[in-house]
């Protein structure tokens, strides 16, 4: 855990975890990780760029869900049946639902059905670095967390290797840096270079499904494009602000 004042992000003096460690705890890790991935048809054709990410995972995903609005049951089928033969390693599960539904929905949708203890969100025109789910089930041992907040983006770290040293920041100092921040978004960039000034930015949680079902991301239009950050902001308000259960 972090400690002292934090006034402006400049206050923020980092400590870092050696990724090697976080490996070496990951073999302790047995619980199951499933990824949940919302989907509209537009984005169907983005999938297969993810799942060669997720194909490429030093730690493979147990199942990875994909909730699908605006798709019939039939078509679902279809579209499952396709990628199960382009990716054979992964167990994909298609959830088709008729009507038209936001992010928030589809993530919800997702994370009801999926069997798996912990759950890692991601976009579907999103990928992963190879070492990501590795480096998060060694967090899970490491610490007493039940959130893991995290990111990566193609675009920012396109063939950039992944550091040796892991940021993590627990419990009490990350509401700090949450509230000194100009922006209301929560994306912890922990296991990879930091780019810009912010250190929290949306982005993607891997957590608990038990924790995420007492939550749930809202539906309402009202936090549309904003349910992710405000998701975030959910579950740490119901940790609390004092809790070390979230990095």
């Not at 890790?29 to 799942?51: A, H, N, W, Y």
């Not at 298609?94 to 069997?115: G, H, L």
């Not at 610490?143 to 627990?170: C, D, R, V, W």
């Not at 891997?206 to 579950?235: G, N, P």
Request: with cysteine; hydrophobic share 35%; glycine share 4%.
């Amino acid at each position: 855990m972090m400690t002292g004042c934090i006034h402006k992000i400049s206050d923020f003096k980092p400590q870092y975890t050696k990724t090697d460690e976080l490996k070496i705890a990951a073999k302790n890790f047995q619980r199951t990780i499933g990824i949940m991935v919302p989907c509209i048809p537009r984005d169907i054709e983005k999938l297969s760029r993810l799942f060669e990410s997720l194909k490429q995972q030093t730690k493979q995903p147990n199942e990875v869900i994909v909730s699908l609005s605006d798709t019939t049951e039939s078509d679902g089928k279809k579209i499952e049946e396709k990628l199960r033969v382009q990716f054979p390693s992964l167990n994909i599960n298609i959830i088709p639902y008729p009507e038209r539904a936001n992010a928030a929905k589809n993530r919800n949708m997702a994370a009801a059905v999926s069997q798996s203890e912990y759950l890692s969100f991601i976009d579907a025109d999103d990928s992963m670095h190879p070492e990501k789910l590795e480096l998060i089930a060694g967090t899970f041992v490491k610490t007493k967390a039940q959130m893991i907040i995290h990111g990566f983006s193609p675009k920012l770290y396109k063939n950039i290797p992944l550091e040796k040293k892991a940021l993590i920041i627990e419990g009490e100092q990350l509401y700090k840096i949450a509230e000194v921040q100009s922006q209301e978004y929560i994306w912890l960039r922990s296991f990879f270079p930091i780019y810009s000034k912010y250190l929290i930015h949306a982005g993607h949680p891997t957590l608990l499904k038990s924790l995420y079902m007492k939550i749930k991301q809202r539906e309402d239009k009202l936090y549309a494009r904003s349910e992710d950050s405000k998701f975030l902001r959910d579950v740490m308000n119901y940790l609390g602000k004092k809790d070390q259960t979230i990095s």
